[in-house]
């Protein structure tokens, strides 16, 4: 009787809709994805951001999520631009008119198309930022300063996209 019990428990946790996964995602049963180039639309952005950002996006699908990356026509597809690309100081010091930290802040705008259940499809700009020290140049951590916004953003995409938060 309780090996009956056992096999039906573990029937019932390992079986489902086929819909979410381990990683909390809702990928509507698709096998593979696709990401176009993010182009920069400011003149701010360099062209190397740009395949950075696609380039991280990529990275998070294939390591949080089941799909496949397709070179083109996913079945959950991703295209966007980066549409802002700005510093400006953040903390001014008292006393002084000079700040001590300054903000990097980058905005993306992202289509997804979701061919499977287009309910799920979305056109969004995500904005994220960091801080850094103003006594710093800016071109000398700029990279940093990317990783860590891309981070950000691929995280934020992701959830909107197939993590449904």
């Keep these: 009787m309780r090996k009956i019990f056992y096999i039906l ?5 390992f079986s489902g809709c086929g819909i979410y996964s381990f990683t909390g995602g809702q990928f509507s049963g698709a ?3 696709s990401v176009g180039f993010f182009k920069s639309q400011t003149p701010l952005a360099s062209p190397v951001y740009s395949q950075k950002l696609t380039e991280s996006l990529k990275d998070i699908m294939l390591s949080q999520s089941p799909l496949k990356l397709a070179e083109q026509d996913g079945e959950l597809q991703f295209e966007g631009a980066v549409t802002g690309y700005s510093t400006a100081p953040t903390a001014i010091q008292s006393g ?6 300054s903000r990097l802040t980058i905005s993306v705008k992202v289509k997804y ?3 499977i259940d ?3 499809s979305f056109d969004k700009v995500f904005t994220k930022f960091s801080d850094y ?3 710093r140049d800016l071109f000398t951590i700029e990279e940093e300063l990317w990783q ?7 995280v ?3 959830n909107a996209s197939v993590g449904n938060w």
């Design 31 to 33: 096998k593979t994805f």
């Design 96 to 101: 002084t008119e000079t700040a001590s930290l």
């Design 156 to 158: 934020e995409i992701y």
């Design 148 to 154: 860590q916004i891309n981070d950000q953003l691929t």
């Design 133 to 135: 020290d103003s006594d």
């Design 9 to 13: 428990f573990l029937a019932l946790i």
């Design 113 to 115: 198309n979701n061919t």
């Design 118 to 120: 287009p309910s799920l």
